[in-house]
Each structure stands twice: as structure tokens, then as C-alpha cells.
């Protein structure tokens, strides 16, 4: 059971607008720590997407955005592409128990 | 450029104790900020981080693993070691190292990961 809730599976065809939601708590995103976003291409290591909520690495498409308020967080693609099929994980820091990085569970991106 | 590796054995037998080595380059864990974790991720299953060593030796673990593992860093050899003891089955899994660039204290993220290194547990 992941800290961080995410729906296990989104779809959307080519061109349209998905968002990808991320439920935390007060002691983890309702804490004010940041929510960052990954996505993981079969095979392959993750690629940092979003960091800081909303901000995109360079290289990035600014089809890809993010966004937090209170205890939760939401990332959203834009013109979705084929390329886009994949497995996205938001992250974020946690002060129960110990500090500590958090998951999601991971949600499986699907282009129709 | 920053780039990081995993290294370490492949199977090991359950009970046994893991070490995972983290070797990288372009960056020093001893710069202000910086840190390096270890993720996990058993197959077909989320990311699950294990520990986190910062700059000044702080380390941060799993609640549900802390007791079986250690991190350590290695400055000179630019190096940082994941020690996990007695192992299950349950710990197979492709496990990353990967880079925490300097931030704030309320942000704590990754923005270089390592290819990952599948470990087998089986007896």
C-alpha cells in the first residue's frame, strides 16, 4: 500500500488532455513538502518529468504540467501522443513515523 | 554530466546480506545539498525508495526497512553502498541508485537515475 494514491490506470486518444491525480495526507503534500512526477518507460529507469510541483527539467515538452493544492497533486498531459504510453509516479517526502521519500502507485498511462 | 551505476551481485541466496554499490561521476556527495538514494522496484510493481545519504552524512530510510539496512558513502571513490540484510524473495527486484540535486528543505526529488541492477533472491 503506497503512501501516495494514484489511480492505476488512465487513458485518453491521441491530441486530448489527461490528468493523473496524486492523494497524500498532512504528513507528507498537506505538510507543504513539493510533489514531483516521473515517468517510466517499459524496461527503462525513471525520467524525471515534473520537480517542485510544477516545474519542467529542460528538455521536457510543456505538454507536460503539474499542479498542487493541499493534500493533493495532479499532473496533466496535454496532446497526448503515442509516445506518451507509460507508467507515471509522483513522489514526494513524508514526517511520520521517520522522514522519508515516497511513491505513488503508479499509474499506467494508455494511448487509445 | 552527471551518471550513475549500480553494481553487485545478481542472485543471492535467502538470508543472505545484499551490498549494492553506487558508482558515479559529475557530481560529489560531499557538495552541499546533494544526496543519493536507493530505489527499488520489485517486477511489475512501484518504486519503493530503501535510503537516502546526504552531503553532511544525514541518512534517511525506509520505515518498514530500517532495520535491515545501512547506506554509506565513500567520497573519494565517489561511491555510495546500500547494505541490505537478511533477504527474502520479496526483495527481488531492479534496484536503482540515483542523484538528489541540491534544494530546499522541503523538497526532495531525483533528477538523474542509474540503468538499475536486477537482484534475485532464490535459494
Known amino acids: 500500500q503506497s503512501v501516495l494514491t494514484q489511480p492505476p490506470s488512465v487513458s485518453g486518444a491521441p491530441g486530448q488532455r489527461i490528468t493523473i491525480s496524486c492523494t497524500g495526507s498532512?504528513?507528507?503534500?498537506?505538510?507543504?513538502?513539493?510533489v514531483h512526477w516521473y515517468q517510466q518507460l517499459p524496461g527503462a529507469a525513471p525520467k524525471l518529468l515534473i520537480y517542485?510541483?510544477?516545474n519542467r527539467p529542460s528538455g521536457v515538452p510543456d505538454r507536460f504540467s503539474g499542479s498542487k493544492s493541499g493534500t493533493s497533486a495532479s499532473l496533466a498531459i496535454s496532446g497526448l501522443q503515442a509516445e506518451d504510453e507509460a507508467d507515471y509516479y509522483c513522489?514526494?517526502?513524508?514526517?511520520?513515523?521517520?522522514?522519508?521519500?515516497?511513491f505513488g502507485g503508479g499509474t499506467k498511462v494508455t494511448v487509445l | 554530466q552527471i551518471t550513475l551505476k549500480e553494481s553487485g551481485p545478481t542472485l543471492v541466496t535467502p538470508t543472505q546480506t545484499l551490498t549494492l554499490t553506487c558508482t558515479f561521476s559529475?557530481?560529489?556527495?560531499?557538495?552541499?545539498?546533494?544526496?543519493v538514494g536507493w530505489i527499488r522496484q520489485p517486477p511489475g510493481k512501484p518504486l519503493e525508495c530503501l535510503a537516502l545519504?546526504?552531503?553532511?552524512?544525514?541518512?534517511r530510510y525506509s520505515p518498514s526497512l530500517k532495520s535491515r539496512l545501512t547506506i554509506t558513502k565513500d567520497t573519494s571513490k565517489n561511491q555510495v553502498v546500500l547494505t541490505m540484510t537478511n533477504m527474502d524473495p520479496v526483495d527481488t527486484a531492479t534496484y536503482f541508485c540515483?542523484?538528489?540535486?541540491?534544494?530546499?528543505?522541503?523538497?526532495?526529488?531525483?533528477?538523474?537515475w542509474g540503468p538499475g541492477a536486477l537482484v534475485t533472491v532464490s535459494s
Open positions: 559529475g557530481f560529489s556527495v560531499s557538495s552541499s545539498g546533494v544526496g
Open positions: 513522489q514526494s517526502f513524508d514526517n511520520s513515523l521517520s522522514d522519508h521519500v515516497v
Open positions: 498532512s504528513s507528507n503534500i498537506g505538510a507543504g513538502y513539493e
Open positions: 540515483a542523484h538528489r540535486p541540491r534544494s530546499n528543505s522541503w523538497s526532495y526529488y531525483f533528477d538523474y
Open positions: 517542485d510541483n510544477n
Open positions: 545519504i546526504f552531503w553532511d552524512g544525514d541518512r
